[in-house]
C-alpha cells in the first residue's frame, strides 16, 4: 500500500508573500514552503495564470531582478507542478 502524495494549490498571494520580506505573511508562506520542500509526499500545484500574475506582481513590487529569480526557482522547482489552463 503506497502513500497518497499530498498537493497544495498555490495562489498569487502566497507565492508573493514568500519573496516579500515586507509581507505579513512572508515567515508563515516559507515555513510552509519549507515543509512542502523537505517531504517526499507533497507538490505544489497552480496554474499559468497564476504564474504570470506573481511573476508580474514581483516585478512591479520588488523589481525585474527578483521576478526573474523567481521564474528560474519555479523552473527548477522538483515540488511545483504547473497546469497550463488555455
Do not use: C, W
Not at 42 to 48: A, G, K, R, W
Not at 58 to 86: D, P, T, Y
Amino acid at each position: 500500500m503506497g502513500f497518497k502524495r499530498l498537493r497544495y494549490f498555490v495562489d498569487t498571494g502566497a507565492f508573493y508573500a514568500s519573496k516579500n520580506p515586507s509581507d505579513q505573511h512572508y515567515d508563515q508562506a516559507n515555513i510552509f514552503m519549507e515543509k512542502v520542500r523537505r517531504s517526499a509526499y507533497s507538490d505544489l500545484i497552480t496554474s499559468n495564470f497564476i504564474i504570470d500574475e506573481t511573476i508580474t506582481l514581483i516585478r512591479m513590487k520588488l523589481g525585474h531582478n527578483a521576478a526573474v529569480k523567481f521564474g528560474r526557482q519555479l523552473r527548477e522547482s522538483r515540488i511545483v507542478k504547473v497546469f497550463k489552463r488555455v
